[in-house]
């Protein structure tokens, strides 16, 4: 399945590096999502986008920055992660409609490991 | 309370099992309810929505009860490819809009052959 891709699927990053997570979706979807999984805790909401304007920032840290050039991109721009930061980061898209809470659909996320 | 609680298991069953699944939220404004499922290493997939009136597809039966705030999986048949984590899914509606959703922790199932 193509609908939502992630790169890179892999990462792994020292400190004090900076590097950028890439996701699109060919789902003609208008509200993206980028998603923290850590072992042992549920899906926690990072940032959301909807027609490519950040309508949710869930008290991420500023060394996350997410970026929506259109309604089919979205980036999460890292810089001087701490080693907790270590999860799989995934990304989501959905048709947001008003009243109705669409299903939203999966990338198969970036595994990141900060060392 | 935690917003959406799963017994994270794991149910190891055997083949042809029946099982099923609870899950509890704790906004009672909450519209839409989904049961996602998550193999190991991979991403969150739908798996079905669920609906007021209870819902069938295939071998996998949901049902909501509004009134305690709770949900249920029921598979059938179980098979060794439903071996995953099944995740509780819920809106939080917030300011007059339909919300983000919350996920639940996830129950691990391992059928056995």
């Known amino acids: 399945e193509t609908g939502v891709t992630q790169t890179p699927r892999h990462l792994v990053m020292g400190m004090t590096n900076k590097k950028s997570l890439k996701c699109e979706q060919h789902l003609g979807h208008n509200a993206m999502y980028w998603y923290k999984q850590s072992a042992k805790k549920p899906l926690e909401l990072m940032f959301v986008?909807?027609?490519?304007?950040?309508?949710e920032n869930n008290s991420v840290p500023s060394r996350f920055s997410p970026e929506c050039p259109n309604s089919s991109h979205l980036f999460l721009h890292l810089h001087t992660l701490q080693p907790e930061d270590s999860a799989l980061y995934l990304c989501a898209s959905s048709e947001e409609r008003t009243g109705f809470t669409d299903t939203q659909y999966f990338g198969p996320g970036t595994r990141l490991t900060v060392l | 309370r935690k917003e959406v609680e799963q017994d994270p298991g794991p149910f190891n069953v055997p083949e042809g099992a029946t099982v099923a699944f609870n899950c509890t939220y704790s906004?009672?404004?909450?519209?839409?309810f989904f049961w996602y499922r998550q193999d190991c290493r991979k991403e969150p997939k739908l798996l079905m929505s669920?609906?007021?009136s209870g819902n069938e597809d295939g071998r996998f039966t949901a049902q909501l009860n509004r009134a305690s705030q709770y949900i249920s999986l029921l598979i059938r048949d179980s098979k060794l490819s439903d071996s995953a984590t099944y995740l509780c899914v819920v809106n939080a509606p917030a300011g007059g809009s339909q919300g983000n959703l919350i996920f639940g922790k996830g129950t691990k199932l391992s059928v056995k052959p």
């Open positions: 906004n009672s404004a909450s519209q839409s």
């Open positions: 669920v609906y007021s």
């Open positions: 986008y909807n027609f490519k304007e950040q309508t």
